[in-house]
């Protein structure tokens, strides 16, 4: 797929790179679900459980933000500089979370860490786009998702035994060592010819979408605490930022998230189905845990348990899919994979009250949709656009799904709050009881020292609450998940291969 080297140039070690993206999807897993499994131990430690789903929302929010940016800035000026830059970013975010004093502080870092790890994981996938022809470029993003599946089972489980033999910090802590061996790895044996061209980065359109998301996520995550005025003050200024973003990016000389790709069917249609399965991805990330803890009083080992099942169909299908989509076809892979999420996501609204054992089936059943939709997008969207736009099309295609977990968990758990009150209120019991304690519940989930004296009838009513207010939640997922199948019943009939192969390797990357 490259040009030929000039004599004495020194040629890319493509296992070496690959080693490299094999570790910052490794980071990217890890933080997304060791983070998880460990919340209700950090609430019951810092407090600020109305806080609680800002702790994801920020980190998604910057990383949907600059997700764009970052894709833009690797088309001008390469993936390597880019890269490395946003690992370095990730690392001193996860550094400065690991010493947070209080949930705030916490939540502010986790803004800082999403800066940089808006680079990670999008560049990551380009970097094997480009490395690879298409023939080859399925099986390896198979293999890739596959490792990010694996590495998620690490995850839950090992932030379970961190924060039963070791301090929370260690859960962010721990990303350091892959960092620096992935910077080590790429700065070495990753090389690139990038052309010298005009560089303009939509920092206007970063700054509207910055506006827009976070107006509107403040509005889902804490309606219940306002009133119409200030959730209609809200929803002007989320519209209207929003509003003035597409005017931006249709007048922007380098608009962050082209318009000229929306055009094309087949990557409208992926995109918006990615938002939709973000949201269904962070539902169960997100708050199976605190079910898990919560109301069934498992410990954190047993959560991260229960959600690494969904990490174990993830990789499974990933991999099988990643072999069989050239000769299948996206739109039968999506269709199947769509509808797997669905019964996925039905089975743990109906069951996951159960027992863990049942929740865990369930999160098996979503991963192997969610790994089948993935890897089908995100070969299909790589490969209908030239290396020039490759950036771009990845970059706009994980700010799809990170803006829906961002969204996803603003939503659920502006559900959680507001049910929960509701609850409360209706039981007389709002005087006596508030939101947070909740985070003593949680700690004797957690076998930990409970943060807040809990009588036994204030236990089980507070598990009460909490029990139908996540099965909202639930129910909500299975929505996203419908209306995800529903996307891509739209998806065309395309042939990965021939013209579109020889379209997206023309012009050749600049990769020695």
């Given at each position: 797929m490259s040009p030929a080297a000039p004599a004495g140039a020194r040629a890319t070690r493509r296992p070496l790179v690959l080693a490299a993206i094999v570790m910052a999807m490794f980071m990217a897993a890890i933080e997304g679900?060791?983070?998880?499994?460990?919340?209700?131990?950090?609430?019951a430690k810092l407090g600020g459980v109305q806080l609680y789903s800002w702790v994801f929302s920020s980190y998604l929010l910057m990383q949907a933000v600059t997700v764009p940016i970052y894709g833009k800035l690797s088309d001008l000026f390469g993936r390597k500089r880019v890269f490395v830059a946003?690992?370095?970013?990730?690392?001193?975010?996860?550094?400065?979370?690991?010493?947070?004093?209080?949930?705030?502080?916490?939540?502010?870092?986790?803004?800082?860490?999403?800066?940089?790890?808006g680079a990670v994981q999008p560049l990551a996938i380009t970097l094997v786009g480009d490395l690879y022809a298409i023939e080859e470029r399925g099986r390896t993003q198979g293999y890739v998702a596959g490792v990010w599946g694996l590495s998620s089972i690490i995850g839950p489980l090992g932030g379970a035994l961190i924060?039963?033999?070791?301090?929370?910090?260690?859960?962010?802590?721990?990303?350091?060592?892959?960092?620096?061996?992935?910077?080590?790895?790429?700065?070495?044996?990753?090389?690139?010819?990038?052309?010298?061209?005009a560089r303009s980065i939509d920092y206007p359109g970063a700054a509207l979408l910055l506006v827009a998301v976070s107006a509107l996520m403040l509005g889902l995550t804490h309606g219940g605490d306002w009133g119409a005025a200030e959730l209609a003050s809200l929803g002007a200024v989320a519209l209207v930022s929003w509003a003035l973003f597409i005017v931006q990016q249709r007048c922007a000389e380098d608009p962050i998230m082209q318009p000229g790709l929306w055009r094309n069917r087949l990557i409208a249609l992926a995109n918006v189905a990615t938002l939709t399965a973000g949201i269904v991805m962070i539902g169960l990330i997100g708050f199976l845990p605190t079910l898990v803890q919560g109301v069934l009083g498992g410990s954190a080992l047993?959560?991260?348990?229960?959600?690494?099942?969904?990490?174990i169909g993830w990789p499974?299908?990933?991999?099988?899919?990643?072999?069989?989509?050239?000769?299948?076809?996206?739109?039968?892979?999506?269709?199947?994979?769509?509808?797997?999420?669905?019964?996925?996501?039905?089975?743990?609204a109906l069951f996951a009250a159960h027992g863990p054992l049942t929740a865990g089936l369930g999160c098996m059943v979503v991963g192997i949709g969610l790994g089948t939709l993935n890897t089908t997008f995100i070969v299909s969207v790589q490969t209908s656009v030239a290396w020039a736009q490759r950036g771009a099309a990845t970059g706009t295609h994980m700010l799809?799904?990170?803006?829906?977990?961002?969204?996803?968990?603003?939503?659920?758990?502006?559900?959680?709050?507001?049910?929960?009150?509701?609850?409360?209120?209706?039981?007389?019991?709002?005087?006596?009881?508030?939101?947070?304690?909740?985070?003593?519940?949680?700690?004797?989930g957690a076998h930990a020292a409970p943060a807040v004296a809990l009588s036994s009838p204030l236990s089980a009513l507070l598990q009460e609450g909490l029990s139908s207010s996540l099965q909202l939640v639930f129910w909500g997922v299975v929505v996203s998940s419908a209306v995800t199948l529903a996307v891509v019943s739209g998806m065309p009939a395309v042939r990965l291969g021939g013209a579109a192969a020889s379209a997206s390797s023309s012009p050749n990357p600049p990769i020695r």
């Open positions: 679900t060791i983070v998880a499994t460990s919340m209700p131990s950090i609430v946003g690992i370095l970013m990730f690392l001193a975010g996860s550094v400065l979370c690991g010493f947070a004093w209080s949930m705030p502080s916490l939540v502010v870092f986790r803004f800082l860490q999403g800066v940089g790890a924060v039963q033999h070791l301090h929370w910090s260690w859960i962010f802590w721990i990303n350091a060592p892959f960092g620096l061996a992935c910077i080590f790895l790429v700065t070495r044996y990753l090389h690139e010819d990038v052309s010298r061209r047993v959560a991260g348990f229960a959600l690494s099942a969904m990490s499974i299908a990933s991999v099988i899919t990643g072999h069989v989509i050239v000769r299948a076809g996206p739109r039968r892979l999506v269709l199947l994979g769509g509808s797997v999420l669905l019964a996925g996501s039905i089975a743990v799809m799904r990170i803006l829906g977990s961002a969204l996803g968990a603003a939503i659920f758990g502006g559900v959680l709050n507001v049910s929960m009150q509701r609850f409360l209120a209706e039981r007389a019991a709002e005087a006596s009881i508030s939101l947070d304690s909740i985070q003593g519940l949680l700690a004797g």
